[in-house]
C-alpha cells in the first residue's frame, strides 16, 4: 500500500509539472523571457515562489524543460498527424498549423533572449528540433511522392535539409528589421515555398485547395 501511495505521489508531482511547464511557456511566449523573473511567473501562474521551485531548480532549468516539452508537443502533432486519416500534404498542413500558431503567440523578442540569455537551452532546443524536422519531413517527402504528390526527382535527403536551412534563416530574417515581417508570417511563406517548390501538379491543386479552405475558415 505504500508502494502505491508513492506512485500516485510521483504522478500528481508529473501532472503538476507538466501542467505548470505549458502554463509557463504560455507566459514566455506573451511576455518574452527576459522580463519575466521567477516571482513574475509565480505571480502569473496564481501560485507560491515555492510552488515553483519544489519542480524547477531554477529559472534557468524551467526554461530547459519548457523547450523540451515544446518538442515533445511537435513530435506529438506530427505523430498524430501522420497517423491520421488524408495525405502527405494533409501531415505538413499539420505541422504548419500548429508551428503558424506558436509564432503568432510568440514575444517578438523571446527568441533573441533565448539565443542570448540561455544558450545552452537554444542549442538543445534547435539541434533536437532540427534533428525531428529531418526526420519528418524526410518521411513525409517520401509518402507524397507514393501519393503522387511531391515530384519524384526530388532527393528526399536533401530537400529536407533543404527545409531545415530555411527554417534557420526565418529566424535571422525576423530580427532583420530591413524585411520588417513577424516570424509565423515569414514561417508561413517559407512552408509554402517548400510545399510548391517539390509538389506535382496533383500536389499544388490539392494545396491551394487546402489555402482555400482555411481562408474561408479565418
Known sequence: MEEKAAYVVVLA???KRIQLRHRAMDVFLRLGIRSVNMADLAGELGVSKK????YFKDKRDLIAQCMDQHCGDMEAVISEASSAEGNAIDVEWSLIRFVHQTASQMHPSMLFDLQKYHPK???LLTQKRDAMMLSSMELNIRRGQKEGLYRKDIAPEVAARFLVAV???VKTM????AIDRPLHELFMQSALY????ISTPKGLAYLESKIA???KKS
Open 174 to 177: 525576423s530580427q532583420d528589421q
Open 167 to 169: 527554417g534557420t534563416e
Open 51 to 54: 510552488t515553483l521551485y519544489k
Open 13 to 15: 508531482d508529473d501532472s
Open 194 to 197: 517548400h510545399i510548391r517548390a
Open 121 to 123: 537551452a537554444f542549442r
Open 213 to 215: 479552405a482555411e481562408s
